[in-house]
């Protein structure tokens, strides 16, 4: 009788353990149904974006109750919005996962998500926040990386390069090419990379655009980077991703905009230079035409106005001042509002084409505009961000100091209590408790020293950063000066290079009085 208690017993435990698995089982990572679709909108992001609307959605539903599918869903739905530039509802998206409180590994995406948010806006200040705070959860991230699945090991790797390359792409649009590089060399090229074959067209497209070209000469670099955007290209096509196809020819028609670098890759490169321009009869202005018609397609809207004012670009190179006029009018009052970048370009290329045209007055106020949009979208805001995040450290710190002095306080009053109540048991006890109220004293002391000696290190930092950043505009326009005095037209033309270089020695004096003021 013993013996069948025993047995019934033993296949109770084995049908709930079997119960529990197949729970379990449920709602693991790539059981679930929400998994699946979540996988085929991450396959379809780069190739179409309303196939990745459809199964991210479809993810989203399916996930009720499963908070991993949900917040996948939220990032996948937060990149198409991002690519659409409904930025807010991009940044509404990545809130959610916050909201839903999934794991730390998406919570790392949702914020590498905002990084790409807040560089498309220009808002260096939030991008560098952000930065620190995906650096803050990639390093606990990194403790528990043991107890990850393949697929979130894959998934973080993918995540942590995405995370270098958007921070590489910040430092090249503020000016900062070393930086760059440094972040570009951080990227792991192995299998896994290979593997995810849109972020290694993301990395070739990148480099191509000069993000991380080697060479000892500049043509060598020029050949590279012809050489990266072409392998983007044809794998972008044979692979069906639209986007990787259109940004290719963006980088192609920007490359080859030059003359001289088009001759000089046409006579290196003669049978993938004919390929590329077979079947297209306006030469570059062609490329960047095709670069518009692909984006367009797959639905990247910062992509269509990208190109056409890349358009508006090669136009005013040929001499077509009111076609590049005519071309950058549609996008007056548009999506380009919400994108500085963009328009600092508009206002740059209407700037050289009234000047062509000879409307001075036109051409200096969009000048001044693409001026003042520069000294906005290419401050480096990292000190700043620093100084904000000492702030609050030290607002942190004086919080606890003040529930520290609560406790002395408390303390105090409980050591005399005691000392009233023990004042019969002898002095020395007595003693005892006074040397620890004057050891606890110079604690409180020593906290109080350490608060006033950093507020005072606080603000002498803060008035050497405002020092600092009210160089960096001129810094900015300088270098645009002398990139301009870099291209052919300009240097020959003896009145103009003779304004630009009044115009840098200007600045340079700016500079050196700021410089003076600052020692």
Request: proline share 1%.
């Amino acid at each position: 009788m013993k013996g069948r208690l025993g047995y019934y017993v033993i296949v109770g435990l084995c049908v709930i353990c079997l119960m529990g698995c197949s729970a379990y089982g449920d709602h693991s990572i790539g059981a679930h149904p929400s998994e699946e679709f979540n996988r085929k909108a991450y396959s379809w992001r780069y190739r179409n974006l309303d196939s990745t609307i459809y199964y991210a959605t479809k993810a989203y539903e399916e996930a009720d109750r499963y908070s991993h599918g949900r917040t996948v869903a939220c990032n996948m739905l937060g990149f198409v919005a991002y690519m659409q530039m409904q930025y807010d509802v991009a940044l509404y998206w990545y809130d959610e996962v916050d909201r839903l409180a999934g794991c730390e590994l998406e919570r790392f995406v949702a914020d590498v998500g905002r990084m790409n948010v807040y560089l498309r806006t220009a808002d260096n200040l939030s991008f560098y926040n952000y930065r620190v705070k995906a650096m803050e959860r990639l390093a606990h991230i990194s403790e528990e990386t043991d107890f990850f699945s393949i697929q979130e090991r894959v998934r973080l790797f993918s995540t942590v390069n995405d995370f270098y390359m958007v921070t590489a792409l910040h430092h090249y649009m503020i000016g900062q090419r070393p930086e760059a590089r440094v972040e570009m060399d951080k990227i792991v090229d192995d299998d896994n990379l290979r593997t995810d074959s849109a972020q290694w067209l993301m990395v070739q497209y990148l480099k191509g655009i000069g993000l991380d070209v080697e060479g000892d000469t500049y043509e060598q670099r020029v050949l590279r980077r012809y050489t990266y955007l072409n392998t983007c290209l044809r794998t972008g096509r044979e692979g069906g991703y639209s986007y990787f196809e259109g940004i290719a020819l963006s980088g192609l028609a920007e490359l080859l905009a030059d003359s001289l670098r088009r001759d000089y890759l046409s006579h290196q490169r003669p049978n993938s230079f004919s390929q590329l321009f077979n079947g297209i009869e306006e030469g570059v202005l062609g490329l960047a035409y095709d670069a518009r018609e692909c984006l367009h397609v797959y639905g990247d809207c910062y992509g269509v106005v990208n190109t056409t004012v890349q358009i508006a670009s090669i136009c005013n190179r040929e001499g077509k001042y009111e076609a590049a006029l005519d071309t950058l009018s549609v996008l007056v009052d548009g999506a380009i509002m919400s994108v500085p970048d963009a328009l600092c370009r508009l206002h740059e290329e209407s700037s050289l084409a009234y000047a062509g045209l000879g409307d001075k007055a036109m051409s200096d106020y969009h000048r001044n505009q693409y001026l003042d949009l520069l000294e906005t979208t290419r401050q480096d805001k990292e000190l700043e961000s620093r100084y904000l995040s000492l702030k609050r450290q030290q607002r942190t710190m004086t919080i606890l100091l003040c529930v520290v002095l609560v406790g002395i306080a408390l303390l105090g009053i409980l050591i005399v209590s005691l000392s009233k109540r023990r004042r019969m048991n002898g002095h020395g006890y007595g003693q005892q408790l006074r040397d620890l109220l004057q050891e606890t004293e110079k604690r409180v002391f020593l906290q109080q020293r350490h608060v006033e000696v950093g507020k005072r290190g606080n603000v002498v930092r803060k008035a050497t950063f405002s020092m600092l950043t009210g160089v960096m505009p001129y810094i900015d326009r300088m270098a645009h000066e002398v990139d301009c005095l870099q291209y052919a037209d300009v240097w020959n033309d003896t009145e103009l290079r003779t304004r630009k270089m009044e115009y840098i020695s200007e600045l340079a004096d700016e500079i050196n009085c700021l410089n003076e003021v600052l020692s």
